[in-house]
């Protein structure tokens, strides 16, 4: 098979990188999914990806990342630290520095080694809280560097970059899954699946955009 037709999603179990997984079944013959285990606060949420990879019937790699952990305690792998939205131009508590820029390397050497030239992530600058590893700009750089640090021709691919979670929900939609994004996955910072508890500010977001969408609908 070739190359062009072959793709790699960082996939966490997520509203958002379920919906890229979707997005990525529609254009490519072949994808695989990659996840990373960084000590996840949840550690339900390597079990929705795993079931969500099993149902699909595709290839899952989960990588073993807890160094990230070591190194950068955050609010998403110590139950300790609170979550918490950063004050004006302060970062959130959730932000794990560095994280996209090794998942993506990661997700790209695994890309090099099944084939691939294609790699997607679930990563928007319209929402991004501040994370300045979601920004565009720091993608097309890293696809750069990527492609110069292993001479190869990757692309990112970024399905969500621009939209809002009312348009994600909308996109769901359109890839004909609406309803089993909303029920499968986990958002949820305190680790309960589809609506979530409806109080970490991760539920409310997602609430939030699906009301949105549904007054459209
Ligand atoms: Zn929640």
Redesign the pocket.
């Known amino acids: 098979m070739k190359k062009n037709n072959r793709a790699v999603v960082v996939f966490s179990g997520g509203q958002d990188s379920t919906t890229c997984l979707f997005w990525a079944l529609d254009r490519f013959d072949h994808v695989e999914l990659v996840t990373f285990d960084y000590n996840q606060r949840h550690h339900q949420e390597i079990d929705v990806a795993k079931e969500i990879a099993k149902q699909q019937g595709l290839k899952h790699h989960i990588l073993d990342m807890s160094l990230l952990n070591q190194l950068a305690p955050n609010a998403l792998t110590r139950q300790e630290i609170d979550v918490e939205h950063g004050e004006d131009d302060e970062l959130p508590s959730t932000f794990v520095p560095g994280r996209n820029l090794l998942f993506l390397s990661f997700a790209a050497i695994l890309a090099k080694q099944i084939d691939a030239k294609h790699i997607i992530t679930g990563v928007c600058e319209t929402d991004f809280s501040g994370y300045p590893d979601c920004r565009d700009i720091f993608i097309k750089s890293l696809n750069v560097t990527l492609n110069l640090s292993m001479d190869d021709d990757f692309v990112i691919h970024t399905p969500l970059m621009w939209l809002d979670k009312a348009q994600t929900w909308e996109l769901a939609d359109n890839l004909g899954v609406f309803e089993y994004v909303k029920e499968k996955t986990l958002t949820?910072?305190?680790g309960?699946r589809g609506s979530?508890?409806?109080?970490?500010p991760?539920?409310v977001l997602r609430q939030k955009g699906l009301e949105k969408y549904m007054g459209t609908r």
Not at 196 to 200: A, D, K, L, Q, V
Request: with cysteine; net charge negative; glycine share 18%.
């Open positions: 949820c910072y305190n309960l979530g508890c409806g109080e970490c991760a539920c």
